[in-house]
């Protein structure tokens, strides 16, 4: 059985900082490509960041570029997402996912979310 189980979401201010992190289980981690997508009040689910599973390549969308991170642990079977100098836009329910790449995925997490307000 495949789990993939968010945290770190939560509440900041325009300008903070938060990291989320996903524990998989159930998969050969390192075999799997791992992301982040969002999706945000009224829009469609989008990708923001993928990285392969050895962690050599990753790609974060164009509009968060520079603020996000997006790395992995193999040997904890984990993948954050950092995400710096955050802006209300950024608010969203932010979904881990698992796939052979990271724009077809196979699993998906609950999701966590992320709230950016003053």
């Known amino acids: 059985q495949v789990q993939l189980v968010e945290s770190g979401g939560g509440s900041v201010q325009p300008g903070g900082s938060l990291r989320l992190s996903c524990e998989a289980s159930?998969?050969?981690?390192?075999?799997?490509?791992m992301g982040w997508y969002r999706q945000a009040p009224g829009k469609q689910r989008e990708l923001v960041a993928g990285?392969?599973?050895?962690?050599?390549?990753?790609d974060v969308a164009d509009s968060v570029k520079g603020r996000f991170t997006i790395s992995r642990e193999n040997a904890k079977k984990m993948v954050y997402l950092q995400m710096n100098s955050l802006k209300p836009e950024h608010t969203a329910v932010y979904y881990c996912l698992a796939g052979r790449f990271w724009a077809t995925p196979l699993y998906w997490g609950q999701g966590t979310q992320v709230t950016v307000s003053s």
């Open positions: 990285i392969t599973g050895s962690g050599s390549t990753t």
């Open positions: 159930g998969i050969i981690f390192s075999l799997y490509a």
